[in-house]
């Protein structure tokens, strides 16, 4: 079986102008993103699809490889799945350009509840919610799963949600982490597929498929991780002295 790792990466933000390229500890985040992703045997090869000819030269730079794709592109699945057209492969991972510190065994992870379930479509990971101030916060996207840990929804706001309003001991709160896994096959159907209300509303382009009635397969660990969201996560990267 082969598998490619594909890091969709992109020049403008939301919150931090070319984020992909902010220098933490003398690299530049998308190179961090590239030598963890190297780091899992697992994957066959891995590449940057990206439309900036700014961050494809830094890649070639640091010896990673790049494909080119379309600005047109919506999402960072698009973006993957216009790479993937192109490339022989039976499984292709998502691994976004802002997971510097992504680890090898999260990657892992996401690829074994894909291959583990043979109605799943795509596979992910999360990992326990442990305060108050993680649930609210809006730049962490959150899962709820069901019995046999196929997500339900995703969302940035504090889902499940007690009527209360605290954390309750009795709900599992699970803190999406930025992976997918898919069957290269149901990846070039996703840009086919309509651009959903709830992908619309949350901005989050995994809803697409579970709106469409496709299943995802999510996988739990303890594992910290740290995506670089905002300054506040770039300084904290650099508070670590490296992170390759």
């Known amino acids: 079986m082969k598998i490619i790792g594909i890091i969709p990466a992109r020049l403008g933000s939301t919150r931090i102008h070319a984020k992909m390229l902010a220098n933490i500890n003398g690299k530049p985040v998308i190179q961090h993103t590239f030598e963890h992703a190297k780091k899992a045997e697992i994957l066959n090869d891995v590449l940057v699809a990206t439309d900036s000819s700014e961050i494809a ?13 379309s600005a047109d592109n919506k999402t960072g699945t698009d973006r993957i ?14 691994i976004q350009g802002d997971e510097a510190f992504i ?34 916060d809006r730049n962490v996207v959150k899962v709820v799963i069901d019995a046999d840990n196929r997500a339900l929804y995703f ?16 709900i599992r709160y699970y803190h999406h982490i930025g992976i997918y896994s898919f069957w290269r096959e149901f990846l070039l159907k996703y840009p086919k597929l309509k651009r959903s209300m709830l992908e619309e509303a949350e901005s989050l382009e995994q ?37 390759a």
């Open 207 to 243: 809803l697409r498929a579970l709106e469409n009635g496709y299943k995802i397969n999510v996988a739990i660990t303890n594992m910290e991780t740290l995506k670089i969201d905002t300054i506040n996560d770039i300084n904290k990267a650099r508070a670590k002295g490296g992170l």
């Open 81 to 94: 799945a216009e790479a993937a057209s192109n490339i022989q492969g039976d499984v292709v991972v998502n």
């Open 103 to 136: 680890a090898p065994e999260i990657i892992e992870l996401s690829i074994k509840t894909l291959k583990d379930d043979a109605e799943a479509v795509m596979g992910t990971v999360a990992r326990p919610i442990k305060s108050k101030e993680e649930l609210l």
């Open 155 to 170: 969302s940035r706001a504090p889902i499940p949600h007690s009527k209360t309003g605290e954390m309750s001991d009795n």
């Open 57 to 69: 030269d830094v890649v070639k730079a640091f010896g990673g490889k790049v494909v080119m794709t």
